[in-house]
């Protein structure tokens, strides 16, 4: 008996649980925990770590899963990595449904980083200024390049001090391009600082970057171990051996 376990927390995500929901199949939706209101999803959820590879080990164990499909971002990493060898140690089959990274295209001005520092690094020494639209984890090594004007974008308000001078924006996406040339005009944006997450939901930026010629420090993807994916919610229901009706 089919029971999926979807690891969330992104656009993707959700459309496929909206089909599972729709398809009436067995399945459990997993957020981590990360913003204060997740959006509600029509499958049953839960929110919060397993406990590294062990724990997601036992809790497809008690739970029966016998399908996991990781929906989550191409940035979490370490759920990924931990999706394939809690899979491996348990033999329970698992999807990756990622979305393609976006190409640069003519008119696009990217600097390409592995890594944070990288992209500190790639800031010009003279003051400018920055919007970091890459959220709220990793934002603290740009302290030590205070003499920029900083606009940062969170999901939810800031509760801590931030660890520099600088304007926040509260907003959890989806973005549009209109509303990204009137941000980036309004505060005279001259660097952006984004991560490759693909997809449809953060584009705008980029977009509206390139509209503008502006510069973007552009976070590549984490390496991440071998594991089947795909790009489509269809080919995750064909997968796990739903038949999909035509046009669905
Ligand atoms: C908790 C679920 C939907 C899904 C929305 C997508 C689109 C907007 C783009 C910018 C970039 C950023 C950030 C971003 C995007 C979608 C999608 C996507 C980037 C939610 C969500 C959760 C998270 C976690 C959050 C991170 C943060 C990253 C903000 C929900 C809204 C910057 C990634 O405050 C924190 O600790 C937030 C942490 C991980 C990255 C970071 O390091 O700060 N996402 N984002 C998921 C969970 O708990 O499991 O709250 O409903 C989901 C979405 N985030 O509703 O259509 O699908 O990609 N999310 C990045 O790209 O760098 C925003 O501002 O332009
Ligand atoms: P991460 O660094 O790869 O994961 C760190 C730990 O958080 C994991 O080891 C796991 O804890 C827990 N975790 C992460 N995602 C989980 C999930 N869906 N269900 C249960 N536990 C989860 O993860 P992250 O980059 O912080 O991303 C966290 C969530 O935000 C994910 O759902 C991701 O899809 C979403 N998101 C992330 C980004 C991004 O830029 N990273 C962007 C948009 C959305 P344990 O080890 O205890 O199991």
Redesign the pocket.
């Known amino acids: 008996m089919m029971r999926a376990l979807v690891?969330?927390?992104?656009a993707d995500?959700n459309l496929l649980a909206e089909s599972l929901a729709r398809a009436g199949l067995d399945a459990t939706y997993?957020?981590?925990?990360?913003t204060r209101a997740p959006a509600n999803q029509p499958l049953p959820t839960?929110?919060?770590?397993?406990?590294?590879?062990s724990?997601?080990a036992e809790h497809i164990r008690q739970e029966g899963i016998t399908h996991v499909v990781d929906?989550?971002?191409p940035?979490?990493?370490?759920?990924?990595r931990?999706a394939v060898a809690a899979c491996v140690e348990t033999g329970t089959a698992l999807m990756a449904l990622e979305r393609a990274p976006w190409a640069r295209t003519p008119g696009d001005n990217w600097i390409e980083v592995a890594d944070i520092a990288s992209a500190v690094a790639a800031l010009p020494e003279h003051r400018a200024r920055v919007f970091l639209a890459?959220?709220r984890?990793h934002i603290a090594p740009f302290a030590s390049r205070p003499q920029h004007a900083y606009t940062l974008r969170f999901v939810d308000p800031p509760g801590d001090a931030l660890p520099f001078d600088a304007d926040v924006i509260v907003s959890r996406g989806p973005f549009t391009l209109d509303g990204e040339l009137e941000m980036m005009r309004a505060r005279s944006i001259e660097w952006i600082v984004a991560?490759n997450?693909g997809g449809d939901g953060a584009r705008a930026k980029i977009d509206a970057a390139r509209a503008l010629g502006l510069p973007v420090i552009m976070l590549v993807r984490p390496q991440l171990p071998d594991r089947p994916r795909v790009e489509s919610v269809a080919e995750v229901l064909q997968w796990l051996g739903h038949r999909v009706c035509l046009g669905a």
């Open positions: 690891l969330g927390g992104t995500a997993s957020y981590g925990g990360r839960r929110i919060g770590g397993f406990g590294g590879v724990g997601l929906a989550t971002h940035f979490a990493a370490e759920m990924s931990n890459i959220g984890q991560r997450s």
